[in-house]
C-alpha cells in the first residue's frame, strides 16, 4: 500500500525561533538544521498532554499545608490541558473554605457556584444544561466553590461525589482544587475517585516536610497506589540558596512518579488571574512539563476502572528539574 511517507520526501520539522528559523526563512526552507533541543522538548511535552484518553479521568490537586501555590498549580495545569487537548476539562473548586480558583482562573466573581448545580442536580440533562453553572477561561470550563464561608462548610464528601458523577457525563477531565489539608469530608470523596494525584509542595523546610509528610498520611491510610503514581509539584516562588533544590527534587522522585519544578514568575506572583501568555517562557514550559507529566497516566489508568491505579508503565518518566540554581 503507498502512503504518505513512501511517496513524500521528508523535509523535517521546521524550526521557529532563534537563528534555526531564521536560516529555514532565508533560504525558503531549502536549508533546514532542524529543531533545536528545546523546541524538541516542547514537542515532545505537547506530543504526551495530547494522549488520548478513554473516559474520564479525575485529577486531585492536594497540599497539607496552606500559602504554598496549590490553587495556581492546579490553574496551571488546567489551562495547559484544555489549551492543547480537544476534549473537554474542567476544574472544579472543592475549597471548602471559600476556595480561590474562580479568582485565579477567571479573574473576576460568578454568578453561580458549586452550591447552585447542587440545588439544581435533577434538572442536568445536558452539556448546556450544566454550562449554566461553569464560566469558561479559553477552553477550561471552571466550577466555583461557594464563597460564602457558612455555606461553603456544608460542602460534605456526598455532595462532592454527587457533583463529580455528574460531570463525569459531561468531562472527560475532571481537575479537583481540594481544601488545604486531608481530612475535609469532600477530600475523602475526592480520594476516593482519584486517578492522578498531584500533591504541591516548595523547597523549602516547612513546605518540602509538609509534602513529604502528606505522601506518609496517604500511605499509612490506604493510598499507597496513589502516591506511587503521584506527581508532586514545587513552586519556586520562594527559595533560598541554603536550601538544596537538588535533594529536595531526589527525595520526591524516590517516592512518586515524577517531580516538576515551577520558578519564579512575577506574573504567578501577583495572587491575581493567570494567563499562559503572560508567564516568563520558562515558567510555560514547566507547565508543559506538568501537564505532560499528569497526561502519561492517562492511556494507563484508562485500562483500570479502579481509582487510584498504580499506573507502573509510566514509571521513570524524566521529571522537569526547573531552570538551574
Not at 58 to 76: F, P, Q
Request: proline fraction near 5%; charge should be neutral.
Amino acid at each position: 500500500m503507498l502512503t504518505h511517507d513512501m511517496l513524500v520526501r521528508s523535509r523535517g520539522d521546521r524550526p521557529t525561533a532563534g537563528w534555526r528559523a531564521a536560516l529555514y526563512s532565508a533560504t525558503g526552507g531549502r536549508v533546514n538544521p532542524g529543531l533545536s533541543r528545546p523546541e524538541q522538548q516542547r514537542r515532545g511535552w505537547l506530543t504526551r498532554i495530547t494522549a488520548q484518553l478513554p473516559g474520564c479521568h479525575e485529577i486531585t490537586v492536594a497540599s497539607m499545608k496552606g500559602g504554598v501555590g496549590k490553587t495556581t498549580m492546579a490553574t496551571l495545569l488546567g489551562l495547559v490541558l484544555a489549551e492543547h487537548r480537544g476534549d473537554r476539562v474542567i476544574a472544579l473548586d472543592a475549597n471548602p473554605d471559600a476556595g480561590t480558583l474562580a479568582d485565579r482562573v477567571l479573574g473576576h466573581s460568578v454568578n453561580y457556584t458549586v452550591r447552585d448545580l447542587l440545588n439544581n442536580l435533577d434538572t442536568i440533562e445536558s452539556l448546556t444544561d450544566i454550562a449554566r453553572y461553569t464560566n469558561l477561561a479559553g477552553r477550561l470550563q471552571v466550577l466555583a466553590s461557594e464563597q460564602d464561608p457558612a455555606m461553603s462548610e456544608s460542602f460534605n464528601r456526598d455532595e462532592y461525589e454527587a457533583v463529580t458523577r455528574v460531570l463525569r457525563l459531561f468531562y472527560n477531565i475532571i481537575i479537583t482544587d481540594s481544601g488545604t489539608g486531608l481530612l475535609h469530608s469532600a477530600m475523602h470523596g475526592a480520594l476516593a475517585s482519584t486517578k492522578t494525584l498531584v500533591i504541591v509542595g516548595a523547597p523549602t523546610v516547612d513546605a518540602a516536610s509538609r509534602a513529604s509528610k502528606t505522601l506518609d498520611w496517604l500511605m499509612a491510610h490506604g493510598h499507597r497506589d496513589l502516591v506511587a503514581d503521584a506527581v508532586v509539584v514545587l513552586s519556586c516562588d520562594r527559595f533560598s540558596r541554603d536550601i538544596d533544590r537538588a535533594a529536595v527534587g531526589a527525595h520526591f522522585e524516590s517516592r512518586c512518579r515524577a517531580v516538576v519544578q515551577i520558578p519564579m514568575d512575577p506574573h504567578l506572583a501577583t495572587g491575581g488571574h493567570i494567563e499562559l501568555r503572560h508567564l516568563r517562557p520558562a515558567t510555560r514550559d514547566a507547565a508543559l512539563a506538568l501537564g505532560a507529566a499528569v497526561a502519561d497516566a492517562f492511556g494507563v489508568a484508562a485500562a483500570s476502572p479502579e481509582p487510584g491505579y498504580a499506573a507502573t508503565s509510566a514509571a521513570g518518566v524524566r521529571p522537569y528539574p526547573g531552570p538551574p540554581r
